[in-house]
C-alpha cells in the first residue's frame, strides 16, 4: 500500500525545472525518517538517485537535489531532458506499518 | 559494486507457490540487508520485506505477512523469497535490492511472476 502521495504526473520543456513532491505523514517522513528517490525508466528496474534525503550517488548529474521539510518531500529536475523521461518514486519507512513505504509515483513526460 | 542476478519467469496457478532466487557479486553478502519489493503490472512499488544476513532475521510487510518467506544462503550469496496461496493479483514483477542504511542501493533485473488458470 503506498502510503506517500505523489502527482500521477509532471511535465515540462526541455530546459525547463519541474518539480515532485511527495506527502507523508507522522509515522513516517514527520517522524524523521529518511526519504530516498528513485527513477525507473521504462522496462527496467528502480535506480537510486537521491539517498538520505538530499546526497546524490555517484554518476547522478546534478541536475537532480531534493530536499525534506515536516512531513513532506520533493525532487527537483533542473535543465530537463529527454533521458528524464522516466517514473519516479519517493521511499521511506513507516514506524506504525513497520515496514519500507513508497509514493505512489509520479511520471515525467517532456514535451 | 553489488551486482544481483535473479531467476527467470515464472507462471504458476492459482493456490500454488512460487520461490525466485536473487545471486549477489561484489561487496560482502553478510553486510547489507537484502528486500523484496513487486510491481504489478502498470502499478507502483511495494516492499514486501527483508532479511538481515548478519542476524539471521526476517522481517515482513504487514500484508504479506503469513504468506511470504525471505531467507538467504550465505554460502551461496543467494537470497530466496517465496509467495505462497498464490492469486491473480500476485501477478507482478518481483524485484531484491540491496540496502545498508534505508536506502535500496543496488536492484535486481526483476523476475515477472505470473498467476493464472
Known amino acids: 500500500q503506498s502510503v506517500l502521495t505523489q502527482p500521477p504526473s509532471v511535465s515540462g520543456a526541455p530546459g525547463q525545472r519541474v518539480t515532485i513532491s511527495c506527502t507523508g505523514r507522522?509515522?513516517?517522513?514527520?517522524?524523521?525518517?529518511?526519504v530516498h528517490w528513485y527513477q525507473q525508466l521504462p522496462g527496467t528496474a528502480p535506480k537510486l538517485l537521491i539517498y538520505g534525503n538530499s546526497n546524490r550517488p555517484s554518476g547522478v548529474p546534478d541536475r537532480f537535489s531534493a530536499s525534506k521539510s515536516g512531513t513532506s518531500a520533493s525532487l527537483a529536475i533542473t535543465g530537463l531532458q529527454a533521458e528524464d523521461e522516466a517514473d519516479y518514486y519517493c521511499?521511506?519507512?513507516?514506524?506504525?506499518?513497520?515496514?519500507?513505504?513508497f509514493g505512489t509515483g509520479t511520471k515525467v513526460t517532456v514535451l | 559494486q553489488v551486482q544481483l542476478v535473479q531467476s527467470g519467469a515464472e507462471v504458476k496457478k492459482p493456490g500454488s507457490s512460487v520461490k525466485v532466487s536473487c545471486k549477489a557479486s561484489g561487496g560482502t553478502f553478510s553486510s547489507y540487508t537484502i528486500s523484496w519489493v513487486r510491481q504489478a503490472p502498470g502499478q507502483g512499488l511495494e516492499w514486501m520485506g527483508r532479511f538481515i544476513p548478519i542476524l539471521g532475521i526476517a522481517n515482513y510487510g504487514q500484508k504479506f505477512q503469513g504468506r511470504v518467506t525471505i531467507i538467504a544462503d550465505k554460502s551461496t550469496s543467494t537470497a530466496y523469497m517465496e509467495l505462497s496461496s498464490l492469486r491473480s493479483e500476485d501477478t507482478a514483477v518481483y524485484y531484491c535490492a540491496t540496502h545498508s542504511s534505508s536506502s535500496f542501493d543496488y536492484w535486481g533485473q526483476g523476475t515477472l511472476v505470473t498467476v493464472s488458470s
Open positions: 507522522s509515522s513516517n517522513i514527520g517522524a524523521g525518517f529518511d
Open positions: 521511499q521511506s519507512y513507516d514506524r506504525s506499518l513497520s515496514g519500507y513505504v
